[in-house]
């Protein structure tokens, strides 16, 4: 699922998780304003999700090497402000997204080897933003869908 840049308000709510994890690191690292760039890189980025190699262009024209670009999304990844798309696939095409908590959303997650794909379907989408709830006010929702994708299927039947 490809959605638009990240709003203004977004970043801004990214900014705050990002002081509040440095701060609650405390002495263990130490500032700098490398991180605070590259958030403004991974908000401008024209489409989420993207691949580090995507990250890195974008980030060359703010002069920031390769090797930082690698460390800061580590970083990022802890501070929960990116989240990891696709783990089974090479440094370079690791498919990244920003982690903004307030979007709803479906999930096929493969039981075998743990790939995970996001998926709009509006249809079912709209069934469960419709539902009224008794006693109970839905803020967002995620729909998890187990099962095992074409890869692992088809490597069960050469077994
Ligand atoms: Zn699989």
Do not use: W
């Not at 990250?55 to 501070?79: G, M, P």
């Not at 402000?81 to 982690?99: C, F, G, K």
């Not at 075998?112 to 249809?123: E, F, N, S, V, Y």
């Amino acid at each position: 699922m490809k959605s638009p840049k990240i709003s203004e308000g977004k970043c801004k709510e990214l900014k705050n998780r990002l002081d509040e994890y440095i701060r609650t690191c405390g002495k263990r690292i130490h500032y700098s304003e490398v991180r605070y760039v590259m958030l403004r890189v991974v908000c401008d980025m024209e489409q989420q999700p993207f691949t580090t190699k995507q990250l890195a262009e974008a980030a060359e024209r703010e002069h920031i090497s390769r090797s930082t670009v690698y460390n800061v999304i580590q970083f990022f990844v802890k501070a929960r402000i990116l989240q990891v798309v696709n783990r089974d696939t090479t440094r370079e095409h690791a498919m990244y997204e920003v982690l903004v908590g307030k979007s709803s959303h479906i999930e096929l997650k493969c039981i075998r080897c743990g790939r995970h794909q996001r998926l709009a379907i509006k249809p079912i989408m709209n069934v469960i933003k419709e539902h009224k709830f008794y006693n109970f006010e839905m803020h967002r929702f995620s729909l998890y869908i187990y099962g095992e994708c074409r890869s692992c299927r088809s490597n069960k039947r050469l077994e």
